[in-house]
């Protein structure tokens, strides 16, 4: 065989791997949502790292910390409930420049505090609580919009790049906003992240208004009971909510590391082992073409929501660092893949005048899955120490992940190119790119 005969099966595999960047070249509102997305993330990690680190400034207790995510949990429920029901209902281009609006007048407000000469703790749980909340109202609207700006045939590769996007922010924001904060004071962190609202908020004024259907419902807690009465009556939906939060309930355990690290002697790989997810998630998703030419997406959901749990398993076992680094890793990639996979059934199948709804009840499942993941760790650590919990966390996930996979067969099934919705769906984006 000549040596370069088997180039063009290299370039193919190449092809099929490399990220599929069609929605960025093809849509110029997903660029500019795209765009605020990355200048917004950088910001909110700004302010995620400086509220904690001005808390523990002022107070010096590990409590006072801790509360501050207590305050923004109500908040983040009802809001991103709500926000879903307002986002079918209202304007959704318009709810996203009010909320992001609101969001830069909070961190401004963050920067005055931190410039008097007595910071006052109450404004951090106060402007905690509302910041989540705004947070939450928007994000239901974002979610929705990502459908009518990008083609159906995009939305997987759109959901890839979205990950892609968070996962290198989750690996650089923290390091430099933590240096930030650090070197410069929380004061010019709440005061880059002021910059940053500027800046999305000129990207999504150019993002163009999307059409709303003629069956929009008004904004009513009976419009929220009719949206959670639409998932229900959907096992392939259901699927996607309680396989992801049962892979996090059993398999989330990042509460556990602080100990790992001390029982392995060495605090300073706690870093590797929070940043090992991200940088995992980060690879798969940059090699994340291949996506695309799945259709099978519900099987998929469920064979990488069982990887995950084998890795963190196999991450118990592991007798050094470098080890449990590579597992959790291999796990962090497969919750990407799982979430591009849900992301994709949910856009590809969810008519529009639900969609904002049913945003808001995904921002609910893949917020408290990771909040109970690592009470349930933190509790087995108790009976049984670190290990036993990672460990029999990722064992329990596989065997919930297989039990699901059962008891939902339409969800183990479902087939993009045969599911009734997915075909609606694109008959009717179809229909109304001719009209």
Not at 133 to 149: A, C, F, K, T
Not at 299 to 320: C, D, F
């Amino acid at each position: 065989m000549p040596e370069n005969a088997d180039r063009p099966i290299k370039k193919t595999l190449l092809r099929r791997l490399a990220m599929d960047l069609s929605p960025l070249r093809d849509s110029r509102d997903f660029r500019l949502l795209f765009g605020s997305g990355v200048i917004t993330m950088f910001g909110t990690f700004l302010t995620l790292v400086a509220v904690p680190l001005q808390m523990k400034e002022l107070t010096g207790s590990y409590l006072a910390v801790g509360l501050v995510s207590v305050a923004e949990f109500v908040p983040m429920v009802v809001c991103g409930l709500w926000g879903g029901a307002i986002a079918d209902a209202l304007d959704r281009r318009k709810i996203i420049l009010l909320t992001e609006v609101g969001l830069c007048l909070t961190v401004t407000i963050l920067t005055v505090n931190a410039l008097l000469p007595e910071p006052q703790v109450w404004v951090l749980y106060v402007i905690g609580a509302l910041s989540a909340g705004l947070g939450s109202l928007q994000r239901p609207s974002l979610e929705s919009m990502m459908p009518r700006v990008v083609r159906h045939d995009q939305l997987t590769a759109a959901a890839a790049l979205g990950a892609f996007r968070w996962n290198l922010g989750a690996i650089v924001a923290p390091g430099l906003s933590g240096l930030i904060a650090a070197s410069f004071g929380v004061a010019v962190a709440y005061g880059i992240n002021v910059v940053t609202f500027l800046a999305s908020l000129v990207l999504l004024w150019m993002v163009r208004s999307q059409p709303r259907s003629e069956d929009t419902p008004s904004a009513s807690i009976g419009s929220l009971v009719e949206g959670v009465r639409y998932a229900v009556g959907r096992p392939d939906l259901m699927g996607t909510y309680l396989v992801d939060v049962a892979a996090m309930i059993f398999a989330f355990s990042t509460a556990l590391y602080p100990f790992l690290a001390d029982e392995l002697g060495a605090p300073e790989a706690l870093g590797l082992f929070f940043s090992a997810s991200a940088i995992g998630s980060l690879i798969a998703s940059a090699t994340s073409g291949w996506t695309a030419h799945v259709h099978r997406h519900g099987l998929g959901v469920i064979v990488a929501a069982a990887v995950w749990g084998v890795a963190v398993a196999l991450a118990a076992l592991m007798p050094n660092v470098w080890g449990i680094f590579a597992f959790l890793a291999v796990a962090g990639a497969a919750d990407m893949i799982s979430g591009v996979f849900r992301s994709t059934i949910w856009n590809q199948t969810i008519p529009d005048e639900f969609r904002g709804r049913l945003a808001g009840i995904e921002l609910l499942s893949y917020t408290s899955g990771p909040m109970l993941g690592n009470a349930r760790a933190g509790l087995m650590a108790g009976f049984g120490g670190t290990r036993f919990s990672l460990g029999a966390g990722g064992l329990l996930c596989v065997g919930a992940v297989a039990a699901m996979a059962a008891l939902l067969p339409r969800f183990r099934t479902y087939d993009a190119r045969t599911d009734e919705h997915a075909i609606r769906e694109r008959a009717r984006r179809e229909e109304a790119a001719r009209a």
